[in-house]
């Protein structure tokens, strides 16, 4: 299947090899959370939501009494998934981004400020088409600054691929499942970090690098709407509040 | 209650300091791996590795299964991973932890999604049989680096593993004949390439990084990132879940050095399989 | 809008963000200006020592912001106010909790906090009001006292090491509070001020202001002079069986659901506003469930826009 069309260089949605979906993200979706977002990448939707730092809930749990415990949850809603999804959660995959989003994020949350306390994440999609863990940790971003947790910095993540000899920025459901490589980066967006990275199928190694610049320059553009939308939403609180 | 070990603050002062002196506890140099053993089983497709004082056994098994509806020419590959209680005080029995499921993921797609072994070969029925090979590792003693040891060991046991052969014949065609071991030769996997996973763990602020960290090692660092290269120069996955933040020019020299060391890991389990 | 989903109709909408509009443009430009996200540079005067308050920290010798907020600055500390977070508690904070658990000695209270708050026994006023020392006996009977679930109104005392609160319900006018609603809010909106407690005579009703975000809103309690064992049990009896009027029950729901208009359109919390807005909800007619729908909400925020506008217009007329 030809993924970028040799003629005009678009892809099979239209867009060009180095062009991101449409990005929306919205915060305070769920009332009665401390903070929610919900983010849009293209036809992917994922909502988050942080309850915290509140009451450690499972005293055995709790490994570091000077630092708040972060616990995470990662699921897919049944319907969102071409084929209707019998395990939402609990399978292996949804444990495993469970622990990458989890350790993702608390490389970035200043735990120590808050100790004795336990902060929980959970992410759910709502429509699947490829990136679900990037839209689901750029949810998880702006629910904890909704939420007024201190973080070190604003994580944000994107996939990119490698098909037809192009490196492809934001991979959607097709592309992911054509079986070629898949690089997904995490970066702390100002110290310019990378805190996540995943990679599966093979590929040279200098093609990797590319792959990788090419994936951490979407990271930092999500990073400049990321923060445009909590300016926003920080200054229309302010001014209402009067 | 928490059986895992938590280290005190004299040791990981202790620790620490040395790595700022360019030392490691055990003497070894920071990109050094620890010696590596490879002991093969009776039976085709089972080994076992010590890296260091770490032990892992892999064991693989083959079943003839119906093939998924999108590949339906070629057999499947699935790894299991199972963390014995008796590796280490924390692990406890019953469902895989999460470290369990990171491994077997992480060990899965360096093999399965890089096509390390031939699946279209095990392909027997196009659409209606072909084989399915189940890697199960066991954790026998948690010293540090699982991940490294339990992929060297399930690339031991598949290439050890010889499936039997099995011919199509009978009054339709149709009919299946598994034929046994002791009639016909079993069969070996074809494995185009290795993939070697070597994990780099992260000290202070992701300037110091050490490769095949120990126990203790581990329980310091800030983070840890697997990469899994060939001998071919082909990166075939790279795991890091978070944890300190690296600079991507870091990244890039990690993978060299990997590629650096894989080589010399391929040699080694050459050497070990031509003896063994 | 956070809290209310509510169904604008096209004309309501449009006067909803005519409404919020001028409110943004009433705004003083300096609070816009010093907005600042996650990892923001805070710009600072390098010369004098600065020091750094709370959500900020030192990234490689600049100031960075680490929560999203506004940024304050008094003499020399420099820090963000944040909006939406958690409680920060303060010695001397009058708060509403609700009793979670019975532990030895005390009871644990949920405060919105990151940790739940911690009211001991000798803490509290005994029933019988003698002051003595806490036997084993009051120990066992705690439960005659409060219960789990129950609201009590009490003062932050001070911090526990491990930086969870003591509180203390000394005084006559904290302590159980009974026949009323307890409504959260998030806690930026409720300012601190010299009083909390608010009896609304016109209305009969009790309004207490939890620095937490927890409000109260009750019927009015006569606070007590010490009562013995025997009258207590006698009221008890009396309590029973004398309702609350409805008069004061709606009274008090009209107030509590201007509480929430007020907080779902995120306007800071003041005895006069809920009052305001409970009469203008009165003399509009307008019913007290309908008080939470889209009509109310949008009428609510053009008042608040005109009362700030001229407040602004008072101001600068007075300048001059």
């Given at each position: 299947m030809e993924h970028v069309n040799p003629l005009t260089g678009f892809r099979v949605d239209g867009r060009r090899p180095n062009e991101m979906r449409q990005l929306r993200g919205e915060v305070g979706v769920v009332s009665r959370a401390d903070g929610s977002a919900l983010f849009e990448m293209g036809n992917t939707r994922v909502i988050a939501a942080v309850y915290g730092p509140?009451?450690?809930?499972?005293?055995?749990?709790?490994?570091?009494?000077?630092e708040a415990l972060v616990r995470c949850e990662y699921r897919m809603a049944e319907f969102s998934t071409g084929d209707r999804r019998r395990k939402p959660k609990g399978d292996r995959r949804s444990t495993e981004i469970s622990l990458v989003i989890r350790q993702t994020m608390e490389a970035s949350i200043l735990t120590h400020l808050m100790p004795h306390s336990q902060i929980d994440i959970f992410v759910q999609v709502l429509q699947a088409d490829g990136g679900t863990r990037s839209a689901c940790i750029n949810a998880a971003t702006l629910a904890l600054a909704d939420a007024g947790i201190p973080m070190k910095d604003i994580v944000t993540s994107c996939s990119a691929g490698y098909l037809c000899s192009t490196p492809l920025l934001d991979l959607n459901y097709i592309e992911d499942s054509a079986g070629g490589p898949d690089v997904t980066v995490g970066i702390l967006a100002k110290m310019d970090k990378v805190t996540l990275l995943q990679m599966d199928a093979k590929l040279p190694m200098d093609t990797f690098e590319t792959v990788m610049e090419l994936a951490t320059e979407g990271c930092k553009a999500i990073a400049t709407y990321i923060r445009e939308v909590l300016l926003e939403n920080t200054k229309q609180l302010e001014c209402q509040r009067g | 209650m928490d059986e895992r070990w938590f280290p005190t603050v004299n040791e990981r002062e202790f620790i620490e300091q040395a790595f700022e002196s360019g030392l490691r506890v055990d003497g070894r140099g920071p990109f050094d791996f620890r010696n590596l053993k490879i002991a093969f089983g009776r039976e085709d497709g089972s080994a076992e590795v010590e890296l260091g004082e770490t032990r892992v056994m892999g064991y693989v098994t083959a079943q003839l299964v119906q093939p998924y509806k999108e590949r339906p020419n070629e057999g499947t590959l699935a790894i299991f991973a199972e963390f014995s209680p008796m590796a280490d005080p924390a692990y406890e029995p019953g469902r895989p932890g999460e470290a369990a499921i990171e491994l077997g993921r992480v060990i899965d797609r360096g093999l399965r999604e890089s096509r390390a072994v031939d699946l279209e070969s095990l392909c027997v029925v196009a659409g209606k049989h072909v084989w399915s090979l189940r890697v199960d590792l066991h954790v026998?003693?948690?010293?540090?680096?699982?991940i490294d040891a339990a992929n060297i060991a399930a690339l031991a046991a598949l290439s050890t593993f010889r499936r039997p052969e099995c011919t199509v014949g009978g009054d339709d065609g149709q009919q299946l004949t598994i034929h046994d071991p002791d009639v016909r030769e079993p069969l070996s996997l074809t494995i185009h390439h290795l993939p070697i996973a070597v994990t780099f763990a992260y000290f202070g602020d992701g300037n110091i990084m050490v490769v095949d960290p120990t126990f203790k090692e581990e329980a310091i660092m800030g983070g840890r990132m697997t990469v899994t290269v060939n001998s071919n120069t082909d990166v075939c996955s790279i795991q890091k879940a978070g944890g300190e933040g690296l600079m991507p020019s870091v990244v890039m020299q990690c993978l060299r050095i990997a590629l650096l060391k894989a080589a010399d890991i391929t040699n080694e389990i050459k050497i070990k399989l031509s003896q063994g | 809008m956070r809290d209310l989903h509510l169904p604008l109709n096209q004309t309501q909408r449009v006067r909803l963000e005519a409404a919020l509009h001028e409110l943004q443009t009433l705004a003083p430009a300096a609070a816009s200006a010093a907005a600042v996200t996650v990892a923001d540079t805070i710009p600072v005067n390098h010369e004098d020592n600065i020091l750094k308050g709370h959500g900020t920290t030192d990234q490689d010798g600049e100031v960075v912001a680490t929560l999203c907020g506004v940024v304050e600055r008094v003499n020399k500390l420099v820090y963000v106010r944040t909006l939406r977070a958690r409680y920060k508690p303060e010695v001397g904070d009058i708060i509403v909790g609700r009793v979670i658990e019975i532990a030895p000695k005390r009871w644990r209270l949920e405060i919105n906090f990151s940790q739940d708050a911690v009211l001991m026994l000798s803490s509290m006023n005994l029933p019988d009001g003698i002051q003595r020392r806490r036997t084993a006996v009051d120990e066992l009977n705690m439960r005659s006292i409060f219960e789990e679930n129950d609201v009590v109104c009490a003062e932050v005392r001070g911090f526990q090491h491990d930086g969870s609160l003591h509180l203390q319900a000394r005084s006559q006018k904290y302590g159980k509070l009974k026949r009323g609603q307890l409504l959260t809010v998030p806690p930026y909106l409720v300012k601190r001020r010299k009083q909390h407690f608010h009896h609304l005579e016109q209305y009969d009703v009790d309004l207490i202001l939890g620095c937490n975000g927890f409000i109260w809103v009750g019927e009015h309690v006569v606070v007590n002079e010490i009562t013995t064992f025997n009258e207590d049990q006698e009221k008890l009896s009396a309590e029973v069986e004398t309702f609350t009027p409805m008069e004061t029950r709606k009274h008090i729901c009209r107030l509590a659901n201007a509480a929430r208009v007020l907080s779902a359109l995120g306007f800071t919390l003041t005895i006069e506003l809920i009052i305001q807005t409970a009469e203008a909800s009165l003399s509009s007619n307008v019913k007290i469930n309908d008080m939470l729908g889209a009509e109310f909400y949008v009428q609510t925020a053009e008042t608040e826009a005109k009362r700030r506008a001229d407040l602004l217009g008072r101001k600068k007329g007075g300048a001059r």
């Open positions: 509140r009451e450690i809930q499972n005293r055995s749990q709790q490994v570091n009494l000077k | 026998l003693d948690n010293e540090g680096n699982l | -």
